[in-house]
């Protein structure tokens, strides 16, 4: 029945057959078949006998990697990551994006939403530099003001401590912009007449926020959150990666997932214990994002993502 | 709003006051690392090695940009790649979302949910870096391939969406038009639909343009060859080599430890950042649309 109905429909509508069929092998090869390689987390695996000629080795990788002790210390870094940063980077965003659409200033409004959003089109390798020529012992900017003062230079990559702050303070700076733009868009969507009858009512400004302007970027902020949720055992590698770099004194404090399953993937030539990480990375995203999904369609279904 | 200027109460004062302080410290920070970046650049070495970098130059100096522009044979050769990958990229991106995009907009296209879905799933679930690593290089042979920095990003499920949007304010009327007239589906996609489709081009192209520009990671995964090396990776081998740094050196002819690598890091990244930062504000717009209807869940 059905494989007649697709032949009908191929033959009806070749053409539209044809302009979706670039895309579909992209997809088909460049993501879904590599999906196949996951199960390298199962096996022993030799370069030379290919991933599918590798032997089998059950749960042996998740094992090691568990028992390791990495397993832990990376699910609960790239966690702990990502939950800093989706408070910090999202409440900034909404106070920014309320403030701004307050300003009656169109020159003041228009510079800074441009600066702001400006950190959004630099690439993490420039965000590199600036971490580096601020934070940096012998030349960083810190340091260069604290010995013209007097002080003693502080060694910020041997303190691991200081990092959770600095990877979400440039966190925030590179998507404070961004997001604010979203709810921007947001407020501009509240009815004007609604903030007018509140000010002839007398309502205050504060009032006015509180009550009309927050309310209504509520929804935003949970598919925002929902989303982020959804990523939670995903590191930002190239933010990672860039901020922190190769730097042994820090893995403990700064090592996420996809950190991890770098470095090992270019230096350790057993690649199964790193394919176990990821494939434990796809398929617990995956879960949570289904049962967030479901959980959130089954108190209000239009906070629902799919 | 001239009607509030008559007159602010206390409690709105207090707020303007706040509102625009917290938008004018928050757009400082995001300059700071800038001026300091170009300030860096345009500091003599012997200054930066004895105070650091500081926000203004203290001791002016164009060294590191005399020494790049004396050998810029290197940088020439990045930028081509960066602007090759770049354009390539862009283009066959946007044949691809357009054409998709139109295709699942099609209500009459009886597959369109099966093939959005099969879109879509992918940003639901993927293999992860392993496998994915693996496969590009054993099955499709991407090591130290220029296609392996093009391929993995023609084609965006998120882009797809916000392209989706633009498809769908065109009236299904005007497909319906054309075909009684006896357009066949492709003149009808290029005549028609594209023209219509100018805005979403712009703003999804300029999001595909600044993705490749900006990426260093793909370059970093499959290549091997330094000649290959497109802008971002080639500045960020810079900053980690000093190796690197020494070869500028004797192309330049100067002993390594006269080179000034301090500022002549950050004159690199200058000149990596400066054609984004001068093109931004005239493209914000793009952006600006493309995010805000990104937001708004397709």
Not at chain 1, 196 to 209: H, L, P, S, V, W
Not at chain 1, 231 to 241: A, H, N, P, S, W
Not at chain 2, 2 to 7: E, V
Request: glycine letters at 6%; one cysteine or more.
């Amino acid at each position: 029945m059905r494989k007649e109905g697709l032949g009908h429909e191929f033959k009806k509508n070749k053409a539209l057959f044809a302009m979706i069929l670039p895309a579909f092998l992209l997809v088909l090869i460049m993501q879904y078949l590599p999906m196949s390689g996951m199960v390298l987390a199962f096996k022993a695996y030799r370069y030379d006998r290919g991933v599918f000629g590798s032997d089998w080795n059950g749960i042996a990788n998740f094992r090691y990697l568990f028992a390791s002790g990495t397993g832990w210390l990376i699910t609960r870094n790239t966690i702990l990551y990502n939950l800093l940063n989706l408070i910090t980077s999202q409440l900034l965003a909404v106070v920014i994006a309320i403030f701004i659409c307050e300003i009656n200033n169109m020159i003041f409004k228009k510079v800074t939403q441009t600066v702001i959003l400006l950190p959004y089109f630099i690439s993490w390798v420039v965000v590199g530099v600036f971490v580096y020529s601020i934070f940096n012992y012998e030349t960083g900017l810190i340091n260069g003001m604290i010995t013209s003062t007097g002080g003693e230079p502080i060694n910020f990559y041997g303190w691991p401590g200081i990092w959770p702050v600095i990877i979400c303070c440039f966190n925030s700076w590179k998507w404070t912009g961004y997001n604010s733009v979203i709810y921007i868009a947001a407020i501009m969507g509240i009815d004007g007449e609604i903030n007018e009858a509140a000010e002839i009512d007398g309502a205050n400004i504060f009032q006015r926020i509180w009550s009309i302007t927050i309310p209504s970027i509520r929804p935003t902020l949970i598919t925002m959150i929902l989303l982020q949720v959804g990523r939670i055992l995903r590191g930002d590698f190239e933010m990672f990666y860039q901020i922190v770099g190769n730097n042994g004194q820090l893995y403990n404090a700064t090592d996420v997932i996809d950190t991890y399953v770098f470095r090992s993937l270019i230096t350790n030539p057993d690649i199964g214990v790193t394919a176990a990480a990821t494939f434990y990375q796809s398929v617990l995203c995956f879960a949570i994002i289904m049962i967030v999904n479901s959980v959130v369609k089954h108190i209000d279904e239009d906070y629902a993502l799919f | 709003m001239p009607a509030r200027k008559i007159k602010l109460s206390t409690s709105s004062k207090v707020f303007y006051v706040i509102c625009y302080t917290v938008v004018a410290l928050m757009a400082i920070i995001c300059l700071i690392p800038f001026i300091l970046l170009i300030s860096g650049s345009f500091t003599s070495e012997q200054f930066i090695r004895f105070h650091g970098y500081s926000l203004l130059p203290g001791e002016f100096s164009t060294e590191a940009y005399k020494i790049i522009f004396k050998t810029p044979q290197r940088i020439i050769r990045a930028y081509g790649v960066s602007i090759m990958i770049t354009v390539i990229g862009t283009f066959l991106g946007l044949l691809l979302t357009s054409m998709t995009a139109y295709v699942i907009s099609r209500k009459d296209f009886k597959y369109r949910n099966w093939f959005s879905f099969f879109f879509y799933f992918t940003t639901l679930f993927n293999g992860g870096m392993v496998s994915t690593y693996i496969f590009y290089i054993q099955y499709l042979n991407l090591k130290d391939s220029y296609l392996a920095l093009i391929l993995p990003m023609m084609f965006n499920v998120f882009y797809l969406l916000i392209m989706r949007t633009f498809v769908s304010s065109i009236p299904h009327a005007l497909i319906e038009a054309a075909k009684i007239d006896g357009a066949g589906e492709w003149r009808i996609f290029f005549t028609i639909i594209l023209p219509l489709l100018k805005s979403g081009l712009a703003t999804i192209g300029l999001f595909l343009a600044l993705g490749y520009w900006n990426d260093w990671y793909n370059a970093m995964l499959y290549l091997n060859t330094e000649t290959k090396y497109p802008l971002q990776y080639m500045l960020y081998a810079i900053q980690q080599q000093t190796q690197a740094l020494a070869s500028i050196a004797s192309q330049a002819g100067i002993q390594v430890q006269n080179l000034p690598s301090s500022s002549l890091k950050l004159a690199m990244a200058v000149v990596a950042t400066g054609p984004i930062v001068i093109v931004y504000p005239f493209v914000q717009k793009y952006f600006v649309a493309g995010i805000t209807i990104g937001s708004v869940k397709g």
